[in-house]
């Protein structure tokens, strides 16, 4: 996946970001019926997904197994870094 650096390098030069692009992109082009996979409905989702698989990965879960997804405030992790103190045993 290439997308445009900006002003990010200059001209002269090149640089590369190699990310996941599950966890780190997710395009928005439209509505439905046209742009069914990339809608801004489908960008959240995604995003509660990826959070919510960081607290599953950090050792907690939903109370009494249930079906939902989580959201992760910025303040508390920007990445899924250090959620194990937040919500370990919970």
Known sequence: FVLGGGSLVESQQWGAVVVEP?????????????FAPDTPTAAVEDL????TSWVEAAG??????EDGVVEVSPLVSYCGEELEKVVAGK
């Open 60 to 65: 907690g879960a939903l109370a009494d197994g």
């Open 48 to 51: 509660l997904l990826l959070h």
């Open 22 to 34: 599950s966890e780190e992109f997710a395009a928005v082009w439209g509505n439905l019926p046209y």
